[in-house]
């Protein structure tokens, strides 16, 4: 297995966090062997794929567990045959699941901007614009907003660089609003937040203590500003993160350079806001055009 990992993570470059889920999934696989008294991987016969694709459906698991083990098994045995353990792969006939679409609910510009505009002047509140400006102009994950440091800034140059909880990492662009957000919050209120001058290693993102900010403690400033624009349960931080992909599809964007912008491998994630632009262009079209 070990062979198999580095061989995706050489040649195929994988991501971090997919060699983990992979090198999880063929594991749950070797152990369901056993359990059938299947001792050598490599033995594995295509009732054996069959009837644990079976026994995942019985445990319940979501179609998108369900099928990336299917990949990563499928990718597995593949493998064993490039290396001449195997003549053919057991997980060759098997079908994926029909993936199960996320729902993606998001925020209007109107909505937006309704938002952006109720934090006051008080050194919470230059925080929190900072910080709901920041996640909204860079689609940022809750975890990265939270692991943001002033080394990860680039603000001469207006851009960020974004770390997942596995360092993975990619750099997106700073945009006008959220950078003079930035520099404003940094510039004026930090170090009085902190309690000292800020330090490269230091967190960005800090709470009225001036420890920095938890993924709770953003969930909770979500909740307050949500509640005031009549978002209720609605505001989460994923909603600014899907809203930021939705409104740059609805004004032309494509996909690709979405994906690169908010670092998800898995297109379906893509493909899910691609059907709420689709609803709205048609909405559009159905509202405007004289033979709509």
């Known amino acids: 297995m070990s062979e198999f990992i580095d061989y995706l993570r050489t ?41 644990y694709i079976l026994e995942l459906g019985n445990q319940k698991k979501s179609k998108a567990t369900v099928n990336r083990k299917i990949s990563a098994l499928r990718m597995y045995y593949e493998y064993c045959i490039r290396c ?22 998001y925020l209007t510009v109107e909505e937006i901007e309704s938002l952006l505009e109720l934090p006051d002047d008080s050194p919470k509140g230059i925080r929190d614009t900072a910080l709901l400006e920041f996640m909204y102009g860079t689609g940022a994950r809750v975890t990265e907003v939270v692991r943001l440091c002033f ?18 990492s990619r750099i997106v662009p700073l945009g006008k609003y959220a950078k003079a957000a ?16 800020h330090s490269e290693e230091d967190h960005v993102f800090v709470n009225m203590r001036g420890e920095a900010l938890t993924r709770q403690g953003i969930w909770k400033i979500m909740k307050d500003y949500g509640s005031r624009i009549n978002a209720g349960s609605r505001m989460t931080p994923q909603i600014l993160r899907d809203s930021f992909a939705v409104h ?41 055009h004289p033979r709509a």
Do not use: W
């Open 182 to 197: 930035l520099e404003k919050y940094i510039g004026t209120v930090y170090d009085d937040l902190a309690g000292r001058p």
């Open 84 to 105: 001449g353990k195997r003549e053919d792969n057991p997980f060759s006939r098997i079908k994926s699941a029909r993936g199960e679409r996320r729902d993606v609910d």
């Open 248 to 288: 740059i599809l609805q004004n032309g964007g494509d996909l690709k350079t979405l994906q690169e912008l908010m670092g998800f491998e898995d297109m379906s994630i893509g493909i899910a806001y691609l059907a709420v632009t689709e609803i709205h262009v048609k909405d559009v079209f159905n509202r405007t």
């Open 11 to 51: 040649e195929k470059k994988k991501a971090e966090n997919t060699l983990i889920a992979y090198e999880r999934d063929i594991k749950s696989f070797r152990n369901y062997l056993l359990s059938r008294g299947v001792t050598d991987m490599d033995k594995c016969s295509e009732s054996d794929a069959v009837s």
């Open 151 to 168: 080394e990860d800034i680039n603000l001469r140059m207006s851009f960020v660089t974004l770390k997942d909880v596995n360092d993975e």
